[in-house]
């Protein structure tokens, strides 16, 4: 191991016996570096879970959680594209159905943040800032999921074909993320 120039021996390797030894003093600088480590092996950890599974930013995700330290970022740049939905020119609430006015308008993660740790058109939606926090951190029932489904269909074919948001979107629809991520969340 490498740090700062450094050179540590974290283990003794006995070819000829084809062992493995560890001293004291390996395991006290496993210990002394193990932030260091630990964020090596959830690096690793991240490179495997892609190779498995595309999931969008699993490595940043992975950091996030890591580090405590969660960065979240306006939605309204999703506007743009929820305002594809509007029916009649007005903006109407995901969950009554009812129509928004400009200062009660709140963008919101149908599978909550928490659960997702990232802002995917796939899964925001336009609502009621109190039916929001209303909500809080729970998960939805399936009926919200069925209509999460159905919209993301219907907001793909609205959407310009080149973007980079579109090329997520029909990603989410074909693999269905909505129902893997809400079945795997559900347990
Ligand atoms: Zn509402």
Redesign the pocket.
């Known amino acids: 191991m490498n740090l700062n120039r450094n050179t540590y021996e974290i283990y003794e390797l006995d070819r000829n016996q084809g062992k493995v030894f560890l001293t004291k003093e390996n395991l006290l600088t496993l210990k002394e570096h193990s932030d260091f480590l630990f964020t090596v092996i959830n690096y690793r950890w991240t490179q495997m879970l892609e190779g498995f599974n595309y999931s969008p930013r699993i490595s940043r995700k992975v950091r996030a959680i890591d580090e405590n330290n969660i960065k979240r970022s306006s939605l309204k740049k999703f506007h743009k594209h929820l305002d594809l939905m509007l029916v009649d020119g007005k903006r109407k609430?995901?969950?009554?159905?009812?129509e928004?006015s400009e200062n009660d308008i709140s963008v919101d993660h149908v599978i909550p943040w928490s659960y997702m740790f990232s802002d995917d058109l796939w899964n925001l939606v336009y609502?009621?800032k109190g039916?929001n926090s209303e909500k809080s951190n729970r998960l939805p029932a399936e009926e919200d999921i069925k209509r999460l489904e159905e919209r993301n269909i219907i907001l793909l074919s609205r959407m310009e074909n080149k973007s980079k948001d579109y090329d997520h979107l029909q990603i989410a629809v074909e693999k269905d993320y909505v129902k893997k991520f809400w079945i795997s969340f559900k347990g």
């Open positions: 609430c995901f969950y009554c159905d009812e928004i609502c009621h039916e």
